[in-house]
């Protein structure tokens, strides 16, 4: 049994309070607690071995996250409860030579569906996909369960993958989904939309005009834009037909929005919805595991998921699960 470290018992103890069992903190905040001031290969070790030895893991390797001030989140390593183990966390895939945006790019993949195509990006190297819900919706505006992801579209490498939608959000236009298949795949790191200010430059990564791996270049208009009654990061980085649902990002690769809306031609009136408004769904996610998360049941009107046993309706929005006519209308699926 190794030597404990003081500061991996007193994580053990923040973990157990929060009542989801997700715990974040700043890497510097996180080193600084096992007596580093900067991240080393040894210090990066260290940290994980004692983190293992107290029953805890997180999201942290030699390259995530990118910087001091970004967030760490620490979960149990296993769990006995009804939720199941966390999803395992190999290394993301990490190009050396690759400058922040370049590795932006390689993140960022091509969603499609029956009615169009979009684009999303990877924030967990399982395979955790943040993409816009308008983007995974039918043309009776019901989510899709099931999307073809394409990986590094029109690259060396390209990979067509099923990906699987587990939660999702209406007026906040967002959804989440899982990539079914074993990783390690390529990360964007999550960046601090509170921190963006104006004039700050910024690019959004999608597939224009159906163009995919293509990025433009733009400055934040208004970094608490106004739009369809919602907080947005408002630019004027092109967000074009095909590159909804993909990251807004800063200089240094970190995605601090969704790109979902325009008004008309005017070139300062796009919107990102900032990501920080999912924070809890992301969480949530990572403590669940993908197995778990597909397993829930799962509303394709109002993007609910629920892990207790479906009902006639969705105790979410009421919309019912069978017809007059006593046909199941599909509502409620879960995926095995």
């Not at 409860?81 to 790019?105: K, N």
Request: hydrophobic share 40%; glycine share 8%.
């Amino acid at each position: 049994m190794p030597d404990i470290h003081p500061f991996a018992i007193e994580l053990t103890e923040k973990v157990k309070r929060k009542s989801d069992q997700v715990f974040t903190l700043k890497l510097r905040e996180l080193l600084k607690g096992f007596g580093y001031a900067d991240r080393t290969e040894d210090s990066i070790a260290f940290v994980r071995h004692q983190l293992k030895a107290v029953g805890l893991a997180a999201n942290l390797t030699l390259d995530v996250p990118r910087k001091l001030d970004d967030k760490v989140v620490v979960i149990p390593a296993a769990t006995t409860g009804p939720l199941g183990p966390p999803a395992a966390t190999p290394p993301p895939v990490v190009t050396p030579s690759l400058d922040p945006i370049a590795q932006a790019v390689e993140a960022t993949v091509e969603i499609i569906n029956d009615p169009g195509r979009g684009s999303g990006f990877i924030i967990h190297p399982d395979g955790l996909v943040i993409t816009a819900r308008h983007v995974i919706d039918d043309r009776d505006r019901r989510s899709l369960r099931n999307v073809q992801v394409r990986l590094f579209p029109e690259r060396s490498g390209e990979r067509l993958l099923e990906g699987v939608v587990f939660r999702s959000h209406h007026l906040l236009d967002y959804a989440l989904l899982w990539l079914v298949a074993n990783g390690p795949f390529p990360v964007m790191a999550l960046g601090e939309p509170k921190n963006l200010r104006h004039a700050q430059t910024i690019f959004a990564i999608g597939s224009h005009a159906g163009r995919p791996g293509t990025v433009s270049r733009g400055i934040v208009s208004n970094p608490n834009g106004r739009f369809r009654k919602l907080e947005c990061i408002q630019s004027d980085a092109a967000i074009d037909h095909g590159n909804s649902g993909g990251p807004l990002i800063t200089e240094d690769g970190h995605a601090v929005g969704i790109n979902l809306w325009g008004i008309g031609q005017f070139a300062a009136a796009k919107f990102s919805l900032p990501i920080d408004y999912l924070t809890h769904d992301i969480e949530q996610a990572l403590r669940r595991g993908r197995s778990r998360c597909l397993q829930l049941a799962y509303c394709p009107v109002c993007g609910w998921s629920d892990e207790t046993p479906p009902t006639w309706y969705c105790r979410n929005c009421g919309a019912p699960t069978t017809s007059a006519e006593s046909t199941p209308l599909q509502i409620w699926r879960t995926v095995k």
